[in-house]
């Protein structure tokens, strides 16, 4: 996997560690976009792989400030710094350049799954934007796409994905074989009013019950 690239998803990743139902706090929203800014002067300065920030490094940036949020950020973070969840804690050992490239998460497990899923949605942007600036087109294709509708972070990425991708040469594909997962994701009108055309079994009872999504 990946390091994440915190330019685009520390907030929603902070959030999806730290924020509960109510989200991360106003304060808590400003010290992580000033680390941010901090842990990416090196890589700004010199923009190697080498120099791209990891986890741990935001998690520094964060104890070293004054506010009580911080350190509250920093503190829910540790388990995935220098506990038993940092796997995202490293560089990643696999290229990533391929024409073809497969991420699966199955065997992440409960805790680390949601994490995983917002990584690799922020992965999949950084290479339509790549792609776009080459002339190329991105097709991505997420199976058991429900699963990424039932999060709020990862179901308001994948709304921004179907709404933005067409701009930037990407088509993004969603498959499931769980079609009331689907429906009853506040989010999915979102994605039918954005898509080329859906595809889906007559028989499927819960379609039936929600035709009003689809008009």
């Known amino acids: 996997m990946q390091s994440f690239p915190f330019d685009i998803g520390s907030v929603s990743l902070c959030e999806l560690v730290v924020g509960g139902k109510e989200g991360l706090q106003p304060v808590e929203k400003t010290v992580i976009d000033r680390c941010v800014h901090q842990i990416y002067q090196k890589y700004f300065e010199n923009p190697i792989p080498e120099n791209m920030p990891l986890l741990e490094d ?15 950020v920093a503190t829910a973070l540790e ?7 940092n796997l995202f804690n490293h ?13 699966d998460i199955k065997e992440l497990g409960k ?15 950084g290479r339509v934007t790549a792609n776009r600036e080459a002339g190329k ?3 991505y294709y997420m199976d058991e796409f429900h699963l990424l509708l039932k999060e709020e972070q990862t179901a ?26 689907l429906l009853s994701s ?14 889906m079994r007559a028989t499927c009872s819960p379609l039936k019950r929600r035709r009003t ?3």
């Not at 388990?79 to 969840?85: E, R």
């Not at 805790?111 to 942007?125: A, E, F, P, S, T």
């Not at 308001?156 to 997962?181: C, H, L």
Request: contains cysteine; aromatic residues 12%.
């Open 156 to 181: 308001a990425y994948s709304v921004e994905i179907w709404k933005r991708f067409r701009k930037w040469g990407g088509i993004p594909t969603g498959i499931t074989q769980n079609v009331k997962d």
């Open 79 to 85: 388990i995935y710094v220098k506990g038993s969840l």
């Open 213 to 215: 999504a689809l008009n």
């Open 111 to 125: 805790q680390l799954k949601k994490l995983g899923m917002l990584i690799v949605q922020d992965q999949v942007w």
């Open 91 to 103: 560089r990643t050992n696999v290229d990533i350049n391929n024409r073809l490239v497969c991420y």
């Open 186 to 199: 506040h989010e999915v009108e979102n994605i039918f009013e954005n898509s080329d055309f859906i595809y």
């Open 58 to 72: 935001l998690y520094n940036a964060l104890q070293s400030q004054e506010e009580k949020e911080a350190h509250h």
């Open 137 to 139: 087109a991105t097709r």
